[in-house]
């Protein structure tokens, strides 16, 4: 059998790992595909590209963006991305520009509450175009200023504590219609993580393509569910393990493991998009 994991993240965004390191675990679990889904970026898929070509790993270029829809969030994982499409380029770039924006917000926040994290020690740790929480909380651990990452979630950043700073979302026909704009497909990450059942049949009629059944946080009872949408909204089954590198104790990639299968689905659907679009175009 031959497994892929197309849910995955670099020090482009908040892994901890790079394209490089990354790539060598991918080969150390046996895996014959990874997909690259760093949060609103494309800029490390062209050096993960380049690791997976000499140890024959295929490589999906892909991203994750936050989205809502009726003040839900929802992850969406673009994948067979066109990296160089310009509207996506700008379009990330303005959430970029705000995650930046956002970091400022809270590490203030954090001030306030008589804590002396400074700002320029989150974006030295980042060191990317698109800095999250993880980077504050990293920060934090680092100046020895909270005990663990946990620590750092729980006092500040998690959703209703002092630093945690809302992000403005598109919305999640807009993330869809992005992604489709440059030529990928759109799948809504990790249904269970955030229990948003009741918006699947609006994200269906904005265009999804596909769904993450399989995903580290899924118990198997969850996976079985989404697998009943998928089959219930005609999606296509994707799964990953949301690896962040050494966020956590061990590295999540490996732990799971999506049927090559899925992978072929996922390419169909692509190759049938790309042929309309280029009829549409005749
Ligand atoms: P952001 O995109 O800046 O809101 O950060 C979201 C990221 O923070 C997620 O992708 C996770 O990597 C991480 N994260 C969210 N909640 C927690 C938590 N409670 N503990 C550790 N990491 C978390
Ligand atoms: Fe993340
Ligand atoms: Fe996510
Ligand atoms: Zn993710």
């Known amino acids: 059998m031959k497994f892929a994991d197309l849910h995955l993240h670099t020090n482009f965004s908040d892994g901890t ?3 490089e390191e990354l790539v060598v675990q991918a080969q150390k679990n046996g895996l014959v595909c990874i997909a690259l889904t760093d949060h609103d970026t494309v800029e ?5 590209a380049a690791a997976c070509a ?5 490589f999906i270029p892909g991203t994750e ?16 991305l066109d990296t160089q499409n310009s509207v996506l380029l700008e379009e990330i770039g303005r959430f970029q520009a705000v995650r930046k924006q956002r970091i400022y917000e809270m590490v203030s926040r954090i001030n306030e509450l008589g804590v002396p994290l400074e700002v320029e020690k989150v974006f030295e740790l980042a060191n990317c175009q698109s800095p999250g929480r993880p980077h504050v909380a990293r920060a934090l651990v680092k100046a020895k200023l909270v005990r663990n990452l946990d620590d750092a979630f729980e006092r500040f950043l998690k959703k209703g504590r002092p630093a945690w700073v809302p992000k403005s979302k598109m919305s999640a026909r807009q993330g869809v ?5 440059a030529g990928g497909l759109a799948v809504m990450a990790h249904p269970g993580l955030n229990r948003t059942d009741e918006i699947i049949p609006a994200l269906v009629d904005a265009g999804l393509d596909g769904i993450e059944c399989y995903h580290s946080k899924h118990s198997s009872t969850l996976t079985a569910r989404y697998l009943e949408f998928a089959e219930k909204f005609n999606l296509l089954v994707t799964g990953g393990s949301d690896c962040h590198g050494f966020s956590k104790i061990r590295p999540l990639i490996g732990s799971v493991r999506l049927p090559y299968e899925r992978v072929e689905l996922l390419k169909t659907k692509v190759a049938a998009l790309k042929q309309s679009t280029l009829n549409g175009r005749a």
């Open 17 to 19: 790992f790079t394209p």
């Open 54 to 58: 000499p140890v024959k790993i295929e």
């Open 65 to 80: 963006l936050t989205a809502e829809h009726d003040d839900t969030e929802v992850h969406l994982l673009g994948y067979f």
């Open 177 to 181: 219609d992005l992604i489709h704009q």
């Open 44 to 48: 490390g898929c062209a050096r993960t």
